[in-house]
């Protein structure tokens, strides 16, 4: 029923998807958390990912980076097999994330992050420390976050320290970058302004976005992926999904579900 | 500006250091010069947990062992040589080897932080009953006796390299110990500022996050494992030259003195953990000429009010206060962000554009 409820928008032919996940099951001890996930994006999509608390959202991102080792099924990015490969080689091939609990440096200033996911990138290409420095005050400045360079991200205010985890994966330019709920905790000014860095990273990247904030989706969103159960429930259009009874019900708390 | 008073400060404190070390040996009897020079092979071995714990995060409980090694290594080198220069060399490479063969094992197998200082304090103590074991003809390598738990009290001092009619005296040894201990301060500052470095650190803040950009913390925490162990070793050579190897540099004691010193000085700071080393050194040959009074209680109630009043150590706390004198003085310099360890300033970007998100920042 999967695959079926998915409106052909944006169904990937194997080709063509920078990620693509068939059958992708997790399992802890006898607790199935991923039961089976068929998810695709195309190159320069920007996909939402919504479910309610335990639908597995946190869980699939973790398979998808190397943190978890998954229990059965393919992750293909870019063509190749990553599934139960080390988060580095993962990292390395192009997929950034940023957590759901923001995961910075608390005793480092916001430079120095930008610094180590800038270095990363253009010391693999063969640059030098002087491209290193000046593509981090690039980053730096077109992130906003010029005036927070030289703070203590620990002293951070909440939103401040979202968007220095964003610009610092966005820093290391990756093909994909997934973010687990970006918005949490953020002001309504904030949400704005993330809304629009995303937008504009869309076609320059991949994006998969994990998020509760209906609102926020509505700002980014055109295709939106939602999970139930460890399960791809729907597929569509963000509008469609929206107005579904069956994902409302899913959010309430209603448990027939199909 | 802040930088620019660092790099005075550093500059300053070489000129009083090189100064203090050129006029020491003619204020101080020789008894007093081997002592301090025994003090300044205990700051190196502090130094070189500085780096492995304060900046790359790994507790060693074992760090002793590489510089029991160093000085076994020197030891039985030089004996067989008749030359110290190679043997100074090679107790270097060798607690280095160990230090990544263990390593090796240790990250690569993903050991947490918990086992691997169950495992670190296990190899050292097994190192201790190995050499303690070392009694009696069968145990020479070429012409050196392990001695068992007596060591080796004929341990050769240093010579001039690749002049063996040369040897050093005390006083020379005790330059050379000096200057290593500069060399290595500003050489490991130099390290921490270096691409590498700064990696270090950010697994010490981070492990998970450094891997998820992309860097495979295995090698940097073995390489700074490394490095430590390669350090522990000099500072082991030197002290087989003021005093002779034997199996108490393996020790317990030895081992958990190091942690004491690094504790005592402040955890992430490097001159911090030199100054521990030093001044407890001091403080405890002080205590130990009373009657009446045990050092090792009096290092125990050390470590013990420490931890309870400035957990930070003394150069944190020092650092802060300092920062904050200036903070307090009329003719601010700037308000420069604080580095490492500050009382939390708010501060007001005037003269920059306020961006959309500082709005609900409250900064």
């Given at each position: 029923m999967n695959a079926l409820a998915a409106v052909p928008v944006a169904q990937p032919t194997i080709r063509k998807a920078i990620i693509e996940t068939r059958g992708l099951v997790m399992r802890f001890g006898g607790v199935e958390v991923l039961r089976g996930i068929d998810f695709g994006i195309v190159p320069g999509e920007l996909r939402c990912l919504v479910g309610p608390n335990g639908a597995g959202k946190s869980t699939f991102f973790k398979c998808l980076t190397g943190q978890y080792q998954p229990s059965g099924g393919d992750i293909r990015f870019k063509g190749e097999q990553i599934g139960g490969l080390p988060s580095v080689d993962i990292a390395r091939r192009g997929i950034g994330i940023k957590t759901q609990v923001p995961s910075l440096y608390d005793g480092l200033t916001a430079r120095e992050h930008i610094w180590l996911a800038v270095r990363r990138s253009v010391a693999t290409a063969g640059g030098f420390g002087r491209e290193v420095n000046a593509a981090v005050e690039k980053v730096l400045e077109t992130m906003g976050i010029a005036h927070l360079a030289d703070r203590i991200v620990g002293q951070l205010a909440h939103g401040q320290r979202q968007m220095v985890e964003l610009a610092m994966v966005t820093a290391a330019q990756p093909d994909l970058i997934l973010l687990d709920e970006p918005a949490a905790g953020m002001t309504h000014d904030e949400v704005e302004r993330l809304a629009a860095l995303v937008l504009s990273l869309r076609g320059t990247c991949s994006l998969i976005v994990v998020e509760h904030d209906m609102q926020f989706i509505r700002m980014i969103a055109r295709t939106v992926t939602v999970l139930h159960q460890g399960q791809v429930l729907m597929e569509d259009n963000v509008e469609t999904v929206l107005r579904d009874r069956r994902v409302r019900d899913v959010y309430l708390g209603k448990r027939e579900v199909v | 500006?802040?930088?620019?008073?660092?790099?005075?400060?550093?500059?300053?404190?070489?000129?009083?250091?090189?100064?203090?070390?050129?006029?020491?040996?003619?204020?101080?009897?020789?008894?007093?010069?081997?002592?301090?020079?025994?003090?300044?092979?205990?700051?190196?071995?502090?130094?070189?947990?500085?780096?492995?714990?304060?900046?790359?995060?790994?507790?060693?409980?074992?760090?002793?062992?590489?510089?029991?090694?160093?000085?076994?290594?020197?030891?039985?080198?030089?004996?067989?040589?008749?030359?110290?220069?190679?043997?100074?060399?090679?107790?270097?490479?060798?607690?280095?080897?160990?230090?990544?063969?263990?390593?090796?094992?240790?990250?690569?197998?993903?050991?947490?932080?918990?086992?691997?200082?169950?495992?670190?304090?296990?190899?050292?103590?097994?190192?201790?009953?190995?050499?303690?074991?070392?009694?009696?003809?069968?145990?020479?390598?070429?012409?050196?006796?392990?001695?068992?738990?007596?060591?080796?009290?004929?341990?050769?001092?240093?010579?001039?390299?690749?002049?063996?009619?040369?040897?050093?005296?005390?006083?020379?040894?005790?330059?050379?110990?000096?200057?290593?201990?500069?060399?290595?301060?500003?050489?490991?500052?130099?390290?921490?500022?270096?691409?590498?470095?700064?990696?270090?650190?950010?697994?010490?803040?981070?492990?998970?996050?450094?891997?998820?950009?992309?860097?495979?913390?295995?090698?940097?925490?073995?390489?700074?494992?490394?490095?430590?162990?390669?350090?522990?070793?000099?500072?082991?050579?030197?002290?087989?030259?003021?005093?002779?190897?034997?199996?108490?540099?393996?020790?317990?004691?030895?081992?958990?003195?190091?942690?004491?010193?690094?504790?005592?000085?402040?955890?992430?700071?490097?001159?911090?953990?030199?100054?521990?080393?030093?001044?407890?050194?001091?403080?405890?040959?002080?205590?130990?000429?009373m009657n009446g009074l045990d050092p090792n209680v009096v290092r125990g109630a050390i470590l013990i009010l420490f931890v309870l009043l400035v957990p930070k150590g003394i150069m944190p706390v020092l650092q802060s206060a300092f920062e904050r004198l200036r903070a307090r003085s009329p003719v601010p310099p700037e308000p420069a962000a604080p580095r490492s360890v500050a009382p939390p300033v708010p501060k007001h970007e005037a003269g920059k554009p306020e961006a959309a998100l500082t709005v609900g920042g409250g900064s």
């Open positions: - | 500006m802040s930088k620019r008073w660092r790099t005075g400060l550093s500059i300053i404190a070489f000129i009083a250091a090189a100064a203090v070390i050129y006029i020491l040996p003619s204020v101080l009897e020789l008894f007093a010069i081997i002592n301090a020079t025994i003090y300044v092979s205990m700051a190196i071995l502090a130094l070189s947990l500085a780096l492995i714990w304060g900046a790359g995060g790994i507790l060693s409980f074992g760090q002793a062992a590489f510089f029991g090694l160093g000085g076994y290594t020197y030891a039985v080198a030089a004996i067989n040589f008749g030359d110290s220069t190679w043997a100074v060399v090679l107790a270097m490479v060798v607690p280095a080897l160990f230090a990544a063969l263990l390593g090796y094992f240790i990250f690569w197998g993903r050991i947490g932080d918990v086992y691997l200082g169950v495992i670190t304090l296990t190899m050292t103590l097994i190192l201790y009953k190995l050499f303690n074991a070392t009694a009696g003809d069968a145990y020479t390598i070429g012409k050196a006796r392990l001695g068992g738990f007596n060591g080796i009290p004929s341990t050769p001092p240093l010579n001039l390299p690749w002049d063996v009619g040369t040897a050093l005296m005390p006083e020379e040894i005790w330059y050379i110990a000096a200057g290593l201990l500069l060399l290595f301060y500003f050489g490991s500052r130099w390290l921490l500022s270096t691409a590498f470095g700064r990696v270090v650190i950010s697994i010490r803040e981070n492990e998970r996050r450094t891997e998820l950009l992309g860097y495979d913390v295995r090698r940097y925490k073995l390489g700074i494992f490394t490095i430590g162990g390669a350090m522990a070793g000099v500072a082991g050579i030197l002290f087989a030259n003021c005093v002779f190897v034997s199996p108490t540099m393996f020790s317990l004691f030895y081992n958990a003195q190091v942690i004491i010193w690094v504790t005592v000085g402040g955890v992430g700071t490097l001159f911090g953990p030199i100054v521990g080393a030093i001044a407890l050194q001091m403080l405890v040959a002080k205590l130990g000429t």
